[in-house]
């Protein structure tokens, strides 16, 4: 028997997903926050994940009663938002994520915005955060589908070397340190880091 035949199956997972959009959530145009979010995820993990969607208005109430229900309601460890964190009146995102912290993490949305400076100079117009709320992590996202991938993701070389690390390579680690299960990372999509204290046998 192998090492990774004799490996225990990766831990089963709850990940709340949002898109945040008053025209996407009212029906005048498709949603392709939710498809975005739930694709790379499939693609980057090898746990069973239990997706708890929602399509939601540019509400501040309502994201932030959206955000606790997805946490204590139906125990999501993680938790990522598309959408509604520029700078517009409608934008609301980023201060309702913030009412409902215990804990900011602000190196997650420093980082976000380095990888899309990149691309555009309007990236210093995105207000993404990120906060714990008591075992759960919750991360505003862009609002574009190739926004969300570059971001989780980051940038890589032709080679396939990493460029800019994505935001995604530290949420394992976060989450284990918060009590959240162990997740395990498809190195091909994104390399989770670990110190090595921390780190299981390699699947």
């Known amino acids: ?30 949603d392709k926050g939710l498809p975005a979010l739930q694709d790379w995820l499939s693609r980057a993990l090898h746990n069973p994940i239990e997706f708890v969607p929602r399509l939601i208005p540019d509400e ?21 938002t598309t959408g509604g964190t520029g700078p517009a009146l409608r934008d609301v995102t ?15 949305g420093e980082q976000m915005r380095q990888i899309s400076l990149r691309f555009v100079p309007t990236a210093i117009l995105s207000r993404q955060v990120a906060v714990i709320r008591h075992q759960s992590l919750i991360i505003n996202l862009p609002g574009q589908p190739k926004a969300i991938q570059e971001t989780l ?3 890589k070389a032709s080679d396939g070397s990493a460029l800019v690390p994505g935001i995604f390579a530290a949420v394992p680690y976060c989450v ?3 009590g959240g299960p162990y997740l ?9 880091f670990r110190p090595k204290t921390a780190q299981r046998p390699a699947r």
């Open 1 to 30: 028997m192998t090492e990774a035949a004799a490996l225990p199956p990766p831990e089963p997972v709850r990940i709340g997903i949002v898109s945040i959009s008053d025209r996407a959530s009212s029906g005048v145009y498709e």
């Open 60 to 80: 501040q109430y309502g994201i932030s009663a959206t955000l606790i229900e997805l946490v204590e309601r139906e125990a999501c460890s993680l938790v990522l």
């Open 94 to 108: 980023p201060e309702a994520t913030l009412a409902v912290a215990h804990k900011e993490m602000p190196g997650f």
């Open 153 to 155: 993701e980051g940038l």
């Open 176 to 178: 284990d340190l918060i």
């Open 184 to 192: 395990e990372t498809r190195d091909e999509v994104c390399k989770a």
